[in-house]
């Protein structure tokens, strides 16, 4: 079989999974979680517990903001300790609730088994509501609530279910793991998806730099489905490892072969897109009524002595993960939650995990520095790379000289942040950190404009009516 | 503790530099070079050695009393100008006359435009070209080599001089084509500059700069083609007074100048299709001087000329977009 790519720029950074034969360990539990109530795109959730409360594992502390949102549960047993403001890994200070642990004991209805449940029931409405009570969000980075995804607009169709399981990003390898060692429930997820989606196709798309992973998950798929046709339509495909393949718009054109529109959702051209660790998710809320209070994180870097996948109860601070493997690495001078291309680097710490944290990167000074900018020489190395085919080149000239019709007329709002221009730039020019202000301001104007428009509307309609 | 840097993503980095694309078309230049060494004798290595300090000394110099900034010499852009432009000049070349062209190609075409990056023309390219104009019997006269290992000096013409010649005479030019060898032209042989003198040479440092992915074949292969297809026409019309595929592309500045002075970042195009443009655009006035015009050679004056049509195509010709029809 060719391997399926995206067709427009690209690169290929050394993908240094050297963390790939580490099996998913359980961490310990933290003495004191601190679980933020804006973990997910949308509406922070507002707390249902107060101070003092005893709280169970799996027992829901805050409820959904908005219908662009989504519950989040206790991720251990213990006492409500406080709720406030605490600072995030980049400082900034988000409504987060305390709570010091006391033994691990669980909400009754959850299933602790390790047994395989396959049978999932017809009914979608008792699925979306587990879905939905689960807090399951996507957990491929962006953390947008899955129940959402999972209700497409009126008049909108799915056709396929895509299942991303690139993992792009270099050194991460959770989702890798989840294949080798979870893949039987991965698939469940995926058969529950399609059934609630109402699709007969999924494709579940694995770079071909985990060869291990298409095996297996090849494997596993034609048993399931040798044994219920609810797995026929699951295929697996292997992916030409490239950045970011794993990228929503990228991956939907590299399966599909069909581009979504700017400003376009996935689904106006019939796709939706879920993580493998979503899939995973998603099995454990609707056959093990197990919300979502644990995820994995890949604990890697070159300085680091001994690489981890760690299953982390949600709200674990950084600072308890980094001593339980070992104390901070001796030469490590950035610590990065996520990847090397896309990844926060952390400023604090003492700041816990959230639903969407994949991994915790130690990069040395050497790894890391930025070599002082010097003039573009014009190769258009970064145009090259861009997978949105924008000019980042030209982009930075026009947000550098605060041309905001310029901007928006070169598509400055496609950006998906990748930093493939920046990374590629032999020049070292800041392209992505100059674009990113560009891109808020053109937002800012079309919001803006979006607004009007539709206040002029409703300010015509309002004046017809009263004639 | 120590201090953790943060700093907005990506953390990492391809580790490609400017400097180190630079030092890569130097070390493509080094066959040419080597060859042209051995060919010429010491007269070509001081023709080098005094372009390529006078354009570092120039640049720095530029750099730090007028425009009084951190000097950019390590970038290794002045040493590759520096390179091309003595391979653009015979080696019997007087040392004032090159540091002429260095200051031109330097001062006037690079630096008063703002430096690497800002110039529309090709520094070289200008430099030889006001060369050219300026001193034409020191740049048109050529001796054929001594070399290293002393064969006895004759003097000559290139073979694009005698064609020029034959034509402006009314004669036929067939006999002229014949006493050529394609053979020695490929390898080394024929009287030129160093930039001539050795087509394989040449190649050998233009495929290395391809698999290093420095440069990308567009723009060299819409030139070759353009002239291969347009001399191919001309050539079946009249064999008696206009020259065949071959012997233009393995003439003169087609070479080295398809494959690393048209391919210059900064004074072409962004983008692929603009790049074939620019090649066609190139091949096309390369030929018609070489057929009808007063100067054997028409390579520098091509380029030149579309140089200056590069930031139009920049303006027409862009990257196709995701998710935009």
Not at chain 1, 190 to 207: P, S
Not at chain 1, 218 to 245: C, H, N, Q, W
């Amino acid at each position: 079989m060719s391997k399926q790519t995206f067709h427009i720029g690209g690169i290929h950074p050394a993908d240094k999974k050297i963390s790939r034969d580490c099996a998913i360990e359980a961490l310990p539990i933290p003495p004191t979680v601190y679980i933020s109530l804006s973990q997910h795109i949308g509406a922070p959730a507002k707390p249902i517990v107060a101070v003092g409360d005893k709280v169970k594992t799996g027992q829901p502390v805050a409820e959904p903001g908005g219908f662009v949102s989504a519950w989040i549960h206790s991720s251990v047993s213990g006492t409500v300790k406080s709720i406030g403001p605490r600072k995030d890994l980049s400082g900034k200070s988000v409504p987060s609730i305390e709570i010091a642990v006391e033994g691990d004991e669980w909400i009754e209805e959850v299933d602790l088994s390790d047994t395989l449940v396959t049978e999932f029931p017809e009914d979608n409405k008792a699925i979306m509501a587990k879905i939905t009570s689960g807090g399951i969000v996507g957990l491929g980075g962006a953390t947008f609530p899955t129940h959402v995804k999972l209700s497409p607009p009126p008049g909108q169709k799915c056709e396929r279910l895509i299942i991303n399981g690139c993992e792009c990003e270099p050194y991460l390898t959770c989702n890798y793991r989840y294949l080798l060692e979870r893949g039987e429930q991965v698939a469940v997820g995926v058969a529950i998806l399609m059934q609630v989606l109402g699709v007969k196709d999924a494709t579940i798309a694995i770079e071909d730099n985990k060869p291990e992973d298409i095996a297996h998950m090849k494997d596993v798929v034609a048993k399931l489905a040798a044994k219920s046709d609810k797995f026929r339509g699951i295929e697996i495909m292997p992916m030409m490892t490239k950045y970011p393949e794993g990228g929503e718009k990228q991956l939907i054109d590299a399966v599909m072969n069909r581009q979504v529109a700017s400003g376009g959702l996935p689904i106006s051209v019939g796709a939706v897109v879920q993580n493998v660790a979503t899939a995973y998710a998603v099995y454990e809320a609707v056959q093990k009524n197990k919300p979502l209070v644990s995820n994995t994180l890949t604990y890697t870097g070159d300085c680091v002595a001994t690489q981890h996948n760690y299953e982390v109860r949600v709200g674990t601070p950084l600072s308890f993960i980094i001593e339980c493997a070992g104390g901070m690495p001796q030469d490590a001078a950035k610590v990065i939650s996520g990847g090397p291309m896309m990844g926060r680097a952390v400023s604090n710490l003492d700041a816990a995990t959230v639903k969407g944290t994949s991994g915790l990167l130690f990069l040395t000074a050497a790894q890391t520095k930025r070599a002082p900018a010097t003039a573009c020489i014009r190769c258009g190395s970064c145009a090259d790379a861009c997978p949105m085919g924008l000019e980042p080149f030209l982009l930075k000239r026009l947000a550098l000289a605060g041309d905001l019709d310029g901007l928006e007329q070169n598509a400055m709002q496609d950006c998906i942040s990748c930093g493939s221009c920046q990374y590629s730039c032999p020049a070292s020019i800041p392209l992505l950190d100059i674009m990113t202000q560009g891109k808020a301001k053109v937002m800012g104007v079309m919001k803006a404009r979006a607004a009007a428009a539709k206040a002029a509307a409703e300010a015509k309609a309002a004046a017809t009516s009263a004639k | 503790m120590n201090k953790l840097i943060v700093s907005p993503s990506p953390h990492i980095h391809t580790g490609v530099s400017t400097t180190s694309l630079m030092r890569d078309v130097v070390i493509a230049l080094l066959p040419a070079v080597i060859v042209s060494v051995i060919f010429y004798g010491l007269g070509e290595l001081l023709v080098l050695a005094v372009s390529v300090l006078s354009c570092i000394l120039l640049e720095w110099a530029i750099t730090k009393y007028m425009l009084k900034k951190p000097s950019t010499i390590c970038d290794m852009s002045a040493v590759v100008t520096g390179l091309l432009l003595a391979m653009n000049l015979p080696y019997t070349t007087p040392w004032w006359v090159i540091v002429l062209g260095a200051v031109f190609a330097i001062g006037v075409a690079k630096m008063s435009f703002g430096g690497l990056g800002q110039n529309l023309f090709n520094p070289a390219i200008a430099g030889r070209v006001f060369l050219l104009v300026s001193f034409p019997t020191y740049m048109t006269t050529w001796k054929m080599p001594q070399g290293l290992f002393g064969a006895d000096a004759i003097s000559g013409a290139t073979p694009l001089g005698a064609i020029n010649e034959a034509v402006l005479q009314h004669q036929s030019i067939s006999s002229i084509v014949s006493s050529y060898d394609y053979g020695s032209m490929l390898f080394a042989g024929i009287g030129g500059s160093a930039g001539e003198i050795s087509a394989i040479a040449l190649l050998a440092g233009f495929v290395y700069l391809l698999v290093r992915k420095v440069v990308k074949p567009w723009t060299t292969l819409s030139i070759w083609g353009t002239v291969a297809l347009v001399s191919l026409l001309f050539w079946i019309g009249n064999p008696d007074r206009f020259t065949d595929p071959v012997f233009n592309l393995l003439t003169g500045g087609m070479i080295l100048g398809a494959c690393f002075m048209a391919t210059d970042y900064v004074t072409s195009p962004m983008s692929a299709k603009g790049c074939v443009i620019y090649g066609i655009g190139i091949g096309f006035i390369t030929l018609m001087i070489r057929y009808f015009g007063s100067y054997p050679e028409g390579m520098s004056f091509a380029i030149l000329i579309m140089n200056a049509t590069v930031p139009l195509l920049n303006r027409w010709f862009h990257q196709k977009k995701y998710g935009r029809a």
